[in-house]
């Protein structure tokens, strides 16, 4: 379907100016009229980064809560607001749909959105299950509208520093992709840990490792509210490549920090460090000699240290501006529906594997 | 066997001096008489303490390789060398013998030491099997000869202060236990990372977590010599108490840190950092209504960090000070045969899910 | 003047519920109406906090730069604005006026808003000059208005902290104060990096130090555009006690470190830390024998380290409503033209004695 | 008289192999035979360095205390020992004398050596006063002998390192060196920190920075035994460069962290870092129009950071091994009396500011 993912080497995100048409075809005087739904902890950043772009108007945003909608209009007192979610998904002159609510609510309101005409913005994980997934891209399909999943991380200027130095093969071959992302809280209602924290790494895992997952491996356990807290996901990718996730709600510190170990070279990311959040180590290892293991001699490259400097544009922007312009040029986005699939594929494969108590389960 | 074994609550540590008698009750004027049979890596270490503990007598060192032996020549002129490792098994003049070579040894070695009636130290992993470490501690049972597993971790101000905190309940009941060792290199020629990094924690855990293991969960991957070089453990306790350790030889950076989560406090134990290696946060999570998820409401608690002292002692000349005091006494020291044989079982069980991609293994 | 200087014991922040009257008593309907002069860098932060706060109305907003008000305009509509200064400085529906302006117009607009009868919050450094500041507090005193100089870091979680344990004997008698502000830019176009960043921590050290200043050396040296870039300040303190302030605007690393030693503990506030701001140690020195220097024995007490929790109520906010409940309440502010004038006395001493290469110049 | 010192250019440290002669000529078996006196803190590093270099024999090493001899002859039972000191200046087996004693008997013991034809490597700082000094580099010259003061800082790989990339002109124009070394303890019986501690600062800045001191100023205070444990000194050189130090005896923590600024990058070198010890910032400022200072524009630049890796090599070994060759090959030192003299001449300074309170005193 995609042709961004047939050959084990995903496109790259490239940024331009927006010349808008409507997703029928009709004039819409250049701009892309957004409508929003859900204005809780996310929503605001969304309203807030399309707001500031120019080639979209956000025209109108819902939530439930009538509270949500008065702190918006505050802020923004020329945006409609509404609680009735039918009224966007129908509405006439909105093009486009975001979907900042819970992900539970994502595959019924996508559909809708989808089924309306409108491209649809929807928040990471994409939806509960992979066939949920499959239906919402084959339906953008249908319609050709275009369908793309917040995967925020990959638009960071951190994500994008390091797929940019393993395509010039900076790292050489990968050997492991190791993250931990731990904190204190914040539980989520209807999810375990791996639902609300994983998906960043495996996004950025899908999009920056070569070839797709073939297994999954978790363990976990839960110690307050019947939701795994505390987890830990391997998955295997091809060519002895591993990937390690390290989450947990009850860490006493906040840790986000990942290694990724290359032939040539190696890389740590912390993304807590303000001004050095990638250092890239000229250090390696190298078998030189396997005459027989006793005589297996190892050889150890220990050199300069380096740590590039880092662009500092908010993703979201960054992001939100590449969703106007895949719309408008109907562009195949790098964060499209089989991004999204591809994340609940693993999440839902992690779970399983979980409740089994670590069975390796293929993709 | 050992009563230190069963009730789920491991013995603790204690020094004192030690006044010796021969393993045979026969007069040693005073002095454990020890003979060294490797001076490699670690045996210089070992060498070193012992010489300078009071009631101890280095009398021989055994060492295949003629320049480790003029390299100890040279420090310790009065000790005496050789290269035949029966000569030292059998001597007469040695009460007790310390162990200081590769794993697959070990088993041959302690065997016949213990034959000729000497007690032993040997280095960790304790063996290759748990077969190997059933036989041997048997035959110390047998032969009324103490068996001790050099697990110097435990001896360190670190771990007996975390061991401190928790018998006093300053942590609560514990949540998890989650360990990151990683570094570049040093690649073993006949063992992988698991081998080789992961006894420090399983013995660690071991000491620390009340109640034994129950099953291992393991993976893994292998870049360089056919060894795991990256691997990833998951050990479950009984209450909900989950472990986890990440071993990497291929990391650019060096790690030594874990976390411990408990109900009323949570602790990072930094082993690098050379002045506040544990901090105690006063920080946790409450569930505090959960009349249906929806409306579970969960209150965290952020208070004060506090560092204790730690004591600084060698931990390796603390554990030979107590490896003579369980000689001189008769004590059974908690890390006895029986703590090297739970350590090997949990390797081997780690070992053989990493092949099984993940595989849970009761133990 | 001010009891609130004579004892060497400076008073406490206090906050309260604001019970409003006018400056001349009148009803102003129990809000205390202000204008602000200025919304370049600070002034929208003072802006924001004032418009949050119960009891204020921001009246009106006066800058020169018409963008800068059309952007106050965007955010709030209700605000009304102007171009011209002395319409704000005599307006009969404005009770107060904040300046946030460069310092060199802080004496002739404070003098015109007091004049006026308008109370007064002025940025820091209070003046150019203390021929300045004398003249604005004679004048407020004669007008019974209130004059505040905006010292924000007193009011931060950790200033308040560190007060707290000072006033509780925590440290005991104090040795030192060795503040480190440095980092790259922003160059200012008309003072040196002493009016640019000294006056933070010279106003902390004047709060937080018992006895008052008696005596300033600098030195310091210019590399650009003839204005200091770096520049190291002494400051004497009664009873032996030192401060010292490292500040430099050609820093590759941004730092802002305190240390503070006392003859029980020892303090280091790190700034640029989230969560452990303020670290206690049990570390000391104590004299035993003093028999003759060569018999003169140290001995050195290291115990354990202590992170208290800090409130993390942005230091504005609480400083905004203090100058309200200050004003409502006729109650003399801790940061009053006193404490400005004592901070510019000490700016003015350092730059003379930096003018004279480390001149040791009396306060 | 050293050609190293009158054009601001000081000479590089060269390490070669010594073809060793004796001081006046005569066969010495290609050996330097050493003399030590005092093995307290720092002798046993000086003996084990020496003891481990080819071409040099410890032959006697001297000390009031027997204890300490008693230790020496355990670890070199081939060196012979003395308490007279005088048996050791006056050997005619003897080349060459290491003077690690307090710096109140470098003068008398340094003096004695010379006179007796001994070359000398003397513990740093190299004499109480300035006179001491110059008489001692007038003797050496006179008696044509090597005259080296222990600056063990200068052979660091990070001294080595920093000193390259200012020498290739990578930092550009220096603007500044900024320096804190503070730490609890240890307190010194004749000396305060400044003597103590500052040394180590002075000797690098003397060698790191083209051209030579002009004036120091220094402030400081004294809480415990009537010494200074507390001081800040500021080191005047040409060409508008400044350079600070901090030395503090009463800090909870260690620092050891200096700060260089030049035209075109600027470093950070902390010492405790074990591997990333030297931090090179592309970061920068430059005016880029002076039409007036209101018109002022300043831009900053910011880019990558790189560590260089840093030799690990023990500095004392590199310095000894150059202390042989420059006895041999009859060199002069970069770190001979003339250096140490220079240190001494801003020690001397500095205290003398610290007592008037930081008058600006003339090197």
New interface residues.
């Given amino acids: 379907m995609s042709s961004n993912g047939k050959n084990g080497k995903k496109g790259s995100i490239r940024s331009g100016v927006a010349v808008v048409s409507g997703p029928d075809g009709s004039s819409t005087n250049g701009l892309l009229r957004v409508g929003v739904v859900g204005y809780g902890y996310w929503g605001p950043n969304i309203v807030r980064n399309l707001h500031a772009l120019d080639g979209v108007r956000v025209v109108r945003v819902c939530d439930k809560c009538p509270k949500a909608l008065q702190r918006l209009k505050k802020t923004y007192?020329s945006v409609s607001v509404t609680e009735d979610v039918h009224e966007l998904l129908t509405a006439t002159d909105i093009d486009a749909i975001a979907i900042v609510t819970p992900v539970r609510t994502h595959h019924g309101l996508a559909r809708a959105a989808l089924e309306n005409g409108k491209h649809v913005f929807v928040e990471k994980p994409f939806t509960s299950t992979t066939a949920q997934a499959e239906e919402l891209i084959e339906l953008a399909e249908r319609k050709n509208l275009t369908l793309m999943v917040d995967h925020t991380f990959l638009f960071t200027g951190a994500v994008r520093k390091i797929r940019q130095l393993m395509e010039e093969g900076v790292l050489g071959d990968l050997?492991?992709y190791?993250s931990?992302r731990?904190n204190?809280?914040?539980?989520q209602?209807?999810v375990n840990v791996i639902w609300d924290l994983a998906p960043h790494d495996l996004s950025i895992m899908d999009y920056l490792i070569q070839g797709r997952a073939e297994?999954v491996?978790a363990?976990?356990?839960?110690?307050?509210?019947?939701f795994e807290?505390?987890a830990?996901i391997?998955v295997?990718f091809p060519r002895?490549?591993?990937a390690?996730i390290?989450v947990?709600?009850?860490?006493?510190?906040?840790v986000r920090t990942t290694?990724i170990?290359g032939e040539k070279k190696?890389?740590?990311w912390n993304d807590l460090e303000?001004?050095?959040k990638i250092?890239v180590?000229?250090?390696g290892?190298?078998?030189t000699n396997?005459q027989g293991?006793?005589n297996?001699l190892?050889s150890?490259r220990?050199?300069?240290?380096?740590?590039?400097?880092i662009e500092c544009t908010e993703a979201l922007e960054v992001e939100l501006d590449y969703f106007v312009d895949c719309v408008t040029r109907q562009k195949k986005p790098v964060n499209d529906g089989e991004a999204g699939l591809r994340v609940v594929r693993m999440l839902e494969a992690a779970n399983q594997?979980l409740l089994?108590?670590?069975?390796?389960l293929k993709l």
Avoid: R
Wanted: glycine residues 8%.
């Fill in positions: 007192p050997y492991y190791d931990t731990v204190l809280g914040l539980f209602h209807d297994a491996v363990t976990g356990a839960s110690h307050l509210n019947g807290d505390v830990f391997t295997y002895n490549v591993i390690h390290n947990n709600w009850l860490s006493p510190v906040k290694l170990g190696m890389l740590v303000a001004d050095e250092k180590y000229d250090k290892v190298e078998v396997q293991i006793y297996l190892v150890y220990s050199g300069d240290m380096w740590a590039p400097q594997s089994q108590k670590g069975a390796c």
